[in-house]
């Protein structure tokens, strides 16, 4: 037994010891560490690497795998363009697997082994959160394509998707001034995005005299309690539903809410996180009418818009459909482009202080980077579900909204909570 | 699955105890494996792996961690575990609300909380770095105990525990996604800046982490490994293999499954906790039922009545589907599947025990006649080497 416990015994000393010689730096008193990253980003070669990280398997392939399509149609089209700065691009495929441990390992992975010059993709909140030290630490970019709660803005992120103040904010405006609205139910999956969207809305509530009847969440991937939703939203009489539910409770919702008889004339429901993709598993008869809100519709017209469509359908197959977040995948790489074109240099220095000011046409519309918050400037849209299945824009914002994803342009808005590290 | 013993399994059975013959070979090759376990750990692994496969090297050892506790659970005491997303969330959670306490800014409050209401109670118990560490190990390990004294007492087992088990883990996934303001929901808790006041985005400290690892995975094979010898471990297994008649001689069988219960519970936590700053993220995906079998797989691959084999199982698991994710985006879910069923039908003592089942083939060519179910009459004595050691290579 002696026998056994030694070497064991010696094993731990050595690990202490390797433990305590292997000690770093310490954290100062105002939390930043001295620890220093250099970037490997190799760009001897005639092409650079990039790196698209979306979800391939698990719940979220779903929807992420169109974003992959799009990134690799523009991706195409850059490469058959030229590429940037003259070198074509490699692509390094990962897959997120709609977790946000894998989306990490994966970050880490295209920035430390494969040295690409940015990474596009991430789609749920909890996996850019979870990327986001990653992407601080090895002073990575990350272009990330949804909408999503705001109240964040990394320098190592660009955001293309629309923050608050450019989907929420104008869904109310439209909302009060178009239809009217004196009272609003809230109906929400339970995680940060509906809770933050809805601490807002209850602060613009206030400021416009807007009756908030009721707020309900359902959690993620559930559907038992949306009955009882459905009746009290019903009984409640409001003028219109403010919908943050997200993937399947949707299904449910919507077709109990035809059920008891509940129409868009009757109560129309505002959703932000319903796009062509969903409308065919919602089913199209179910939501005819309906309103959504969004930066991007398939029927946006312009010759952007209409070359991008053909462009997708002549890949993917004439019945597929474009979404605001595939759409601003696409516009995300070609942004990189034009900063990294702008700053002459792949380093992400460079690309960080060239990024602001860069704008592009895209199929939604001219876009502009923010080069403070690294959101970009979109215009906002409302539409409405027609009986083919696609969204109508029935109102927009006057031109493109400029990013304010701390809400500090809004008196009414002080009191919402804000994270100190970013706002 | 459990009860039955195949030809296979009887002879892993067999080569799991080596004791009884040619001792000094079975503890001169122990040795060895622990030597060379210390080699590759301490040596090898750093001295030839960037950071970024160190990384990952750190985060499966933490997931071995759990394996070496359902080994134990499992492989000598019979109880399928297929629900310790529980417990390794359980530690993995006191940890990140520590480290989310420690790095949060001026106002003290964690990075998640951006929709106001007040940071509940509870949180503040695992401020301090010593209540921190004990939570880690004390509330698995009492629930553990709880549960388990409430179960193995009523004589619950076999497949029903292995449900209740899996239900408590999706319990669990769905009460934290519920906790949106508390806790952070399915967002989970991320954003950690330091580790007990070292940085974590400095190299250095995160190679400090993979030390901590590798010594605390190698100190539970240890602790396993004196726990299976002992007088102890050989009532773990009679009560696997005979419980009633364990129980007609006088023991309290349900106190010996809970304590191998609790040990695989704790075992869990600290691999949860140690998960937390190597990876930076902790989530209700990493709790609920899918990762909780994704903890088994390992283990039935390598073996699980062996010594090393659920580590070594668990590590090879972790290790293809990482690489093997990176060649055939999303296909490794399928390959992942298709190699446990493979396993439990065809070789239930995991690949542990290929030597034995070869050999024993090789021996009775006429085993396959045997009906499956019965032991053999005379089961083929195995090399005085045991099998789990032999697979120290893989």
Request: hydrophobic share 45%; aromatic share 10%; net charge negative.
């Amino acid at each position: 037994m002696t026998a056994l416990r030694r070497p064991v015994t010696v094993t731990f000393a050595l690990a202490a010891l390797l433990a305590a010689s292997a000690c770093g730096a310490k954290v100062d008193e105002n939390g930043d560490s001295t620890a220093d990253v250099e970037s490997c980003i190799d760009t001897s070669g005639d092409s650079v690497k990039i790196g698209l990280l979306n979800s391939m398997s698990g719940t979220m392939s779903i929807s992420e795998q169109t974003v992959r399509r799009s990134l690799e149609l523009a991706a195409a089209e850059i490469n058959a363009d030229g590429g940037v700065l003259g070198k074509r691009l490699e692509l390094v495929t990962e897959d997120g697997a709609s977790e946000p441990t894998v989306f990490a390992e994966k970050a880490t992975k295209l920035l430390q082994s494969d040295c690409v010059a940015a990474v596009f993709g991430g789609w749920t909140s909890s996996s850019r959160k979870a990327m986001l030290p990653v992407f601080e630490d090895n002073d990575g970019l990350l272009f990330y394509p949804v909408q999503y709660e705001g109240l964040e803005a990394s320098e190592n992120i660009f955001y293309t998707g629309a923050t608050t103040n450019q989907q929420i904010i104008p869904a109310l405006d439209y909302l009060r001034t178009e239809l009217g609205a004196q009272s609003l139910y809230l109906v929400g999956s339970d995680y940060v995005f509906p809770r933050t969207a809805n601490a807002i809305i209850t602060a613009y509530a206030e400021e416009y005299d807007i009756e908030i009847v009721g707020e309900d969440y359902e959690p993620l991937g559930s559907v038992e309690g949306i009955p009882t939703i459905v009746n009290r939203v019903q009984s409640s009489g409001a003028d219109a539903v403010f919908n943050t539910l997200n993937g399947d409770s949707n299904v449910s919702f919507f077709s109990q809410y035809s059920n008891v008889g509940l129409t868009a004339e009757t109560m129309p429901v505002l959703s932000v996180s319903i796009a062509e993709e969903e409308v065919p598993g919602i089913g199209v008869e179910r939501l005819v009418g309906q309103y959504t809100a969004w930066n991007y519709y398939q029927t946006v017209q312009s010759p952007e818009n209409e070359a991008f469509v053909a462009a997708f359908q002549e890949a993917y197959g004439s019945d597929a459909v474009t979404s605001d977040p595939m759409e601003a995948a696409y516009t995300s790489l070609y942004l990189w482009r034009n900063m990294v074109e702008a700053a002459g240099s792949f380093e992400v220095d460079d690309v960080q202080e060239a990024a602001g000011g860069i704008s592009f046409a895209a199929p939604e519309g001219p876009v502009t980077v923010n080069g403070d918050n690294h959101h970009i400037a979109k215009t906002a849209l409302i539409g409405r579900v027609n009986p083919e299945g696609l969204i109508d824009t029935v109102w927009s914002s006057a031109g493109p909204i400029e990013p304010d994803p701390c809400l500090e342009g809004y008196a009414w808005a002080a009191s919402l909570e804000r994270d100190e590290t970013y706002c | 699955m459990i009860g039955s013993a195949t030809p296979a399994e009887a002879a892993a059975a067999e080569v799991s105890a080596p004791r009884a013959r040619g001792p000094w070979t079975g503890r001169a090759a122990m040795l060895a494996t622990y030597a060379v376990a210390a080699i590759v750990l301490f040596g090898a692994a750093p001295a030839m792996l960037t950071d970024f496969r160190l990384r990952m090297l750190a985060q499966f050892l933490c997931v071995a961690m759990v394996a070496v506790g359902i080994g134990l659970a499992w492989g000598s005491g019979g109880m399928l575990t297929l629900g310790q997303g529980l417990f390794f969330g359980l530690g993995a959670y006191i940890m990140a609300m520590h480290l989310q306490l420690s790095s949060a800014g001026p106002s003290g409050r964690p990075a998640f909380m951006v929709t106001g209401s007040d940071l509940p109670w509870w949180w503040e118990l695992f401020r301090s770095p010593a209540t921190a560490l004990l939570g880690i190990v004390a509330v698995p390990g009492l629930l553990a105990l709880l549960l388990g004294l409430s179960v193995f007492r009523r004589r619950v087992k076999g497949a029903y525990f292995a449900i209740l088990s899996q239900a408590s883990a999706a319990a669990f996934a769905l009460l934290l996604i519920s906790q949106q303001n508390t806790i952070g929901g399915s967002n989970g808790l991320s954003s950690f800046r330091q580790f007990f006041g070292f940085a974590l985005n400095d190299p250095v400290n995160r190679r400090m982490l993979y030390f901590i690892a590798a010594g605390v995975l190698i100190a539970m094979v240890a602790v396993v490994h004196q726990l299976r010898r002992s007088r102890y471990g050989e009532l773990l297994t009679a009560v696997r293999d005979g419980e009633e008649r364990a129980r007609f001689l006088g023991y309290d069988t349900a106190m010996v499954k809970v304590v191998a219960y609790v040990v695989a519970a704790v075992f869990a936590a600290i691999g949860g906790a140690l998960f937390v700053p190597i990876v930076g993220i902790i989530s209700p995906q990493n709790v609920g039922v899918v990762p909780s079998i994704g903890f088994l797989v390992g283990v039935a691959v390598g073996g699980r009545a062996t010594l090393f084999g659920p580590v070594l199982g668990s590590l090879a698991v972790s290790y293809a589907g990482s690489t093997l994710s990176e060649q055939i985006e999303s296909g490794w879910v399928y390959v992942q599947g298709f190699l446990f069923i493979l396993v439990v039908a065809f070789l239930p003592g995991g690949l542990g025990s290929i030597a034995a089942v070869v050999r024993s083939r090789r021996r009775r060519p006429a085993a396959d006649e045997l009906p499956r179910g019965v032991p053999e009459p005379d089961a083929p004595d195995p090399e005085p080497t045991p099998a789990d050691v032999r697979s120290g290579g893989a």
